[in-house]
C-alpha cells in the first residue's frame, strides 16, 4: 500500500476486535487479515488516553472517497450493531476497518477485494465515545 498513516487504537476496540478476527469466516478473512495488520502495526493506548480527532469505534466520521470523489458521514460499528445504526459502517468491511485509528486530516490507502485500492480522506469527527466520555462503550 503507497499511504498509511500512523494509526490510534483503543485497547478496548483492540481487544474486541481480535476476538471478531480470530472468529472471522472465510468470506471475511481478506478484511480480517488486513485488519489484523493494523491492529499490530497500530498505537495501542488505553480509551481515556484517545485524542479526539482520532476513529474509533463508535465513532460518526465523515469521509471523502478521493478515488470516487464522495464525501460521506458513517458510524463506525461492529457487525453486531449494522442493523440498529441508521448510518452504519462495519468494521469488518473493507472501508470500515480502513478508517479505524486515522486522524482528521489522514489520507490512506487501502485494498478492496476485487484487487483495486480506494483512497480515503477523514474530514470531521461528529461523535467519539472517548470524547464523550464513554470509555466502555
Do not use: C
Not at 35 to 43: A, Q, S, V
Not at 55 to 82: C, E, G, K, W
Amino acid at each position: 500500500m503507497s499511504s498509511r498513516p500512523a494509526i490510534i487504537i483503543n485497547r478496548l476496540d483492540a481487544e474486541r476486535l481480535q476476538r471478531l478476527i480470530d472468529a472471522a469466516s472465510d468470506k471475511d478473512l481478506p478484511v480480517a487479515e488486513s485488519l489484523e495488520e493494523e491492529l499490530t502495526r497500530g498505537e495501542v493506548i488505553d480509551p481515556e488516553d484517545i485524542p479526539e480527532d482520532v476513529v474509533s469505534m463508535n465513532s460518526q466520521v465523515q469521509f471523502t472517497d478521493l478515488t470516487r470523489d464522495r464525501q460521506m458521514i458513517r458510524t463506525l460499528v461492529y457487525p453486531h450493531a449494522l442493523a440498529a445504526t441508521e448510518d452504519g459502517l462495519s468494521v469488518m468491511a473493507p472501508i470500515g476497518a480502513a478508517l479505524l485509528g486515522l486522524r482528521i486530516g489522514d489520507i490512506i490507502d487501502w485494498p478492496l477485494p476485487d484487487g483495486s485500492e480506494i483512497k480515503l480522506r477523514i474530514d470531521a469527527i461528529f461523535w467519539q465515545p472517548e470524547r464523550e466520555g464513554q470509555f466502555h462503550r
